[in-house]
């Protein structure tokens, strides 16, 4: 079975510009999430997909942060414009909402720095 | 609002080690917690999910505890290897989501 895929691995940008990443969860896992992880730092959450629908984005920078999840399967979140402080790691994870087993499984990460 | 702490924050043992990982939180309405490894520049793994009806979880040489009551919850590691160097991470879930410790950066010693 594969397992949670994001592109790309690493990005390198200049301050001001956008920048997007892709995620593709585990086949059949209907929720999804986007994370940030800073350097020694445990992920935080940005976002949080029931299927299409976003249901926890309070802690997303609506000013800059955007994201959608089409179709209930595929993920992208954007950045624009990306600024110094957004240098971290995003990652991507899925989980089948069942009650009582709510495992999460990581994509690798996209690394993003930001010049 | 839910505090997740890991304690210690980094820990070095010899090999063949058996080692007691912790992590805490504030918050006993817990829906389950989830244990994870983290390599450097990779993604985390999943390790362990305690359900809070459970007290614990194994698999392989890893045992998780956990109790609601006092917020705690342990990762047991028996006869600890190099390759079990990693940063572990425990992961509370309340009703919607996930809260992350800041991690405990283990390296084992050959």
């Known amino acids: 079975e594969a397992g949670v895929v994001q592109s790309p691995r690493y990005k390198i940008i200049e301050k001001k510009q956008p920048v997007a990443f892709w995620c593709n969860p585990i086949?059949?896992?209907?929720?999804l999430y986007w994370y940030r992880q800073n350097l020694g730092q445990g992920p935080e959450l940005l976002i949080r997909?029931?299927?299409?629908?976003?249901?926890?984005d309070s802690q997303l920078p609506k000013d800059r942060f955007s994201a959608e999840r089409l179709k209930g399967v595929d993920s992208t979140l954007k950045i624009q414009p990306a600024e110094l402080g957004d240098s971290a790691v995003y990652l991507c994870?899925?989980?089948?909402?069942?009650?009582?087993?709510?495992?999460?499984?990581f994509g690798p990460g996209t690394r993003l720095t930001v010049l | 609002k839910q505090e997740v702490t890991q304690i210690p924050a980094a820990l070095s043992v010899p090999e063949g080690e058996n080692l007691v990982l912790n992590c805490s939180f504030t918050d006993s309405a817990i829906y389950n917690l989830q244990w994870f490894r983290q390599d450097p520049g990779k993604g985390l793994t999943s390790l362990l999910l305690i359900q809070s009806s459970q007290r614990e979880q194994t698999s392989g040489r890893l045992n998780a505890s956990l109790d609601k009551s006092s917020g705690r919850s342990t990762l047991y590691i028996a006869a600890s290897q190099p390759g079990d160097s990693a940063t572990y991470l425990c992961?509370?879930?309340?009703?919607?989501?996930?809260?992350f410790g800041t991690g405990t950066r283990l390296k084992v010693l050959a």
């Open positions: 997909y029931e299927n299409e629908e976003a249901v926890d």
């Open positions: 992961a509370v879930k309340g009703t919607y989501k996930y809260i």
């Open positions: 086949s059949g896992h209907n929720t």
């Open positions: 994870a899925s989980s089948l909402e069942v009650q009582g087993n709510n495992e999460q499984f």
